[in-house]
């Protein structure tokens, strides 16, 4: 087996969903509905995290203009709070999402909106 191309169509599912595949989200819903296992996706948008602080580097000027970079991209022009994403994914762990599978929920500000580009290339 060749690194990247993995036998198991589970494990196949499961990278497809890592990279952010929409392809594989509605199959992989409509199988597992009738076990009741919902499966959606949360986009978040440009979120003020470690990890984003991290690609300025420790040069507090460069992370303030990363981070209004970033925030440019929403009609609000502000980046999420990492609490603010989790209660979008809260939201899809919960029963308050039980009618929903297969779907994405965009937490981003409306960002995709805005720039809807960004969605074909996420989609491509």
């Not at 509605?26 to 984003?52: S, Y």
């Not at 602080?53 to 929403?74: C, E, H, K, N, Y």
Request: hydrophobic letters at 40%; zero cysteines.
């Amino acid at each position: 087996m060749k690194l990247g191309q993995p036998r198991e169509p589970r494990v196949r599912h499961l990278l497809g969903l890592q990279g952010g595949d929409p392809a594989v989200r509605p199959g992989l819903g409509g199988r597992t509905g009738p076990r009741r296992i919902r499966v959606n996706v949360l986009v978040p948008g440009p979120t003020d995290t470690p990890g984003l602080r991290s690609i300025a580097g420790d040069d507090q000027t460069q992370v303030a203009a990363l981070l209004a970079q970033m925030a440019a991209t929403t009609p609000p022009h502000r980046v999420a709070d990492p609490a603010e994403i989790a209660q979008a994914a809260l939201f899809l762990a919960s029963d308050r999402s039980s009618f929903m599978t297969g779907s994405e929920l965009f937490a981003d500000d409306g960002e995709v909106q805005v720039f809807p580009a960004a969605v074909q290339m996420v989609e491509s």
